[in-house]
């Protein structure tokens, strides 16, 4: 498994592309900014992309999705209960001052459960609403993707249009669950595991 990870944007989001290590097929992470920066990792890698997966819909993590769509073609991926947040992008732009046509429609509709496979890689779908009503993480071969939901230290707010504070503990609960060896790889911020944040996070001991 390759992981190469970007920090993109003025809200510094990390933009993942893991990779299967013998085909190449790649599945891009949050794209939120500087598709420049992402399509040349992707072409320096030789990296074929086969998904664009949005952990969650807010601009930081969906504004570069027109242009890897239009240079890759890769499928869209999200989770059902994001689609409204999702279709307003554009209105999200506007508040930050820019302009941002509207995304393309997504082709691939993911509930709980759902695994995707990249070559050899299968990454199973975990629906954790809190942050955003279709919030996911993403998990398998020994990592978690967590978009905004889990941080190093911290959680997502969830005082965002959908956010919900009893929803986030549930998710919270639910990663804890996992393995104290599980790497995290957030939206925002440093790595960490799941030992790691059962100890320092302080949310673990808000719930
Ligand atoms: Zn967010
Ligand atoms: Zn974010």
Redesign the pocket.
Known sequence: MIIKKLVVGP?E?NCYSIADEITKETLVI?P?DEPDRILELINENNFKVKYILCT?A?L??VGAVPDIKKETGAKIVIHRDEYEIYKRASEQAAIWGYELDPLPEPEIFISDGDKLEIGNLKLEVLHTPGHSPGGICLYGEGILIT??TLFAGSV?RTDFYGGDIEKLKRSFKRLMSLSNKVKILP??GPESTIGKEKESNFFFYEI
Request: proline residues 0%; aromatic residues 0%; without cysteine.
């Open positions: 809200l989001n949050d939120g969650h807010h930081d993590h978009g905004d997502g939206g925002h």
